[in-house]
Nanobody, 125 residues
Framework: VQLQASGGGLVQAGGSLRLSCTAT????????MAWFRQAPGKEREFVAA????????YYLDSVKGRFTISRDNAKNTMSLQMNSLKPEDTAVYFC???????????????????WGQGTQVTVSS
């Protein structure tokens, strides 16, 4: 599967952005999906994950209540709605896919075999 992330940009603290990830090449519902991010000089970290059907989600503690992950299997897309953004959310955001694992969601980047190219999110204070 090929992944294309989009929707990043520059926003002031407290603002919102919506990231999208479009998948091509394989049946989208065959994959559990996730968002990761990488800030300059830091390791890539897990942000949110969603099960193949969208019923199950899991979030990094620091984004709970502010970010919402969702997917539309009919459109082969996944989204990350980011509200109340903070300067510490500044990073390159990547979408990732792993083979179907039901309701089991993983936070380890090594579990994900497919990655998009990343989209920059910058939050100014």
């Amino acid at each position: 599967v090929q992944l294309q992330a989009s929707g990043g940009g520059l926003v002031q603290a407290g603002g919102s952005l919506r990231l999208s990830c479009t998948a091509t090449g394989r049946t989208f519902s065959d994959f559990n999906m996730a968002w990761f991010r990488q800030a300059p000089g830091k390791e890539r970290e897990f942000v949110a994950a969603i099960s193949w059907g969208g019923r199950d989600t899991y979030y990094l503690d620091s984004v709970k209540g502010r970010f919402t992950i969702s997917r539309d299997n009919a459109k082969n897309t996944m989204s990350l709605q980011m509200n109340s953004l903070k300067p510490e959310d500044t990073a390159v955001y990547f979408c990732a896919a792993k083979g179907w694992s039901g309701a089991v969601l993983y936070t380890e980047r090594q579990r994900y075999a497919y990655w998009g190219q990343g989209t920059q999110v910058t939050v100014s204070s």
